[in-house]
């Protein structure tokens, strides 16, 4: 419970269920959470408005104070208990706008690129994220739709956009991101101080973010095939900065539940109809 109140991206999101009139059993419906969970990350992206994106993370906090109730309520739903499960395996969404193999990844090797560092992902391999339990025709099927109606303004892919639905190999190894402590476990034993550029002064100066260490992914790669951020973990870990023997880590850029894959992990895949255009936009944007 008290992640949530103090988490910027999850205060935000139940500022905007609030304003929309959306109690608990609205965000029971995992469409409607994933869509609302993206919009608010997008709400606090660094270069999102004119106001410094520091003070916004603040009064999404500030507002979300008196919504302690609906925060419990939701947070201790049994409905909403896939928001912190471990990854769903039979259940994995690929959307991309070019023509990829899942089943023959190259693992990454050699250092981090700057690029790296700052956005936090790897350059190489694949994103999943988890597909919803909605209709087939339903615009918010998974992490990823919900990014591209309520979110990134950097992933401009062109239509139509193919759709792979991947089993995950119950041998492959996924490291689960549930906290900013997960984060930041990952960042100090497969990081490098040595190599680490240090801030990014243009992220620092705008949005106030000090993105710290990053894993070398390379190193990732030999323990582990992906990395999941769930939805809880999503929601409870982004723009929240932690500290441990003078090194800090703050997961910004991701912004939705997904799984970055370094290495093969799937048993079978099986082509989706293609998304021939960018799904409905249920507009949950509001003013702060």
Request: net charge negative.
């Amino acid at each position: 419970m008290e992640d949530f109140v103090q988490a910027p991206a999850a205060a935000a999101m139940f500022v905007l269920a609030d304003r929309a009139g959306i109690v608990a059993d609205g965000l029971a419906d995992p469409a409607t959470a994933v869509a609302l969970a993206t919009t608010a990350i997008d709400e606090l992206r660094p270069w999102n408005g004119a106001e410094p994106a520091a003070g916004v993370r603040g009064r999404a906090l500030t507002l979300a104070l008196p919504l302690r109730d609906l925060i419990a309520a939701v947070v201790t739903d049994p409905r909403n208990a896939w928001w912190s499960a471990p990854l769903d395996r039979s259940a994995q969404l690929l959307l991309s706008d070019r023509v990829v193999d899942p089943m023959n990844l190259t693992a990454p090797t050699g250092p981090l690129s700057r690029w790296e560092v700052y956005a936090q992902k790897p350059e190489q391999g694949i994103r999943t994220s988890t597909e919803l339990p909605v209709s087939p025709g339903a615009p918010i099927r998974s992490g990823a739709h919900a990014e591209l109606v309520c979110g990134s303004r950097d992933w401009s892919p062109s239509y139509p956009l193919h759709q792979i639905r991947l089993h995950v190999s119950p041998r492959a190894r996924v490291y689960e991101i549930g906290s900013p402590a997960d984060w930041h476990a990952l960042a100090r034993r497969y990081g490098d101080l040595a190599t680490h550029p240090g801030p990014d002064t243009n992220l620092l100066s705008s949005g106030g973010i000090d993105h710290g260490l990053a894993p070398t992914w390379s190193a990732v790669a030999r323990d582990w095939e992906g990395m999941h951020l769930s939805l809880a973990g999503l929601l409870t870990t982004l723009f929240v900065p932690l500290t441990t023997d003078r090194v800090t880590t703050t997961l910004w850029s991701w912004e939705s539940e997904c799984t970055h894959w370094l290495r093969p992990a799937f048993t079978a895949s099986t082509l989706l109809p293609d998304l021939i255009e960018e799904p409905e936009d249920p507009d949950l944007h509001r003013q702060w």
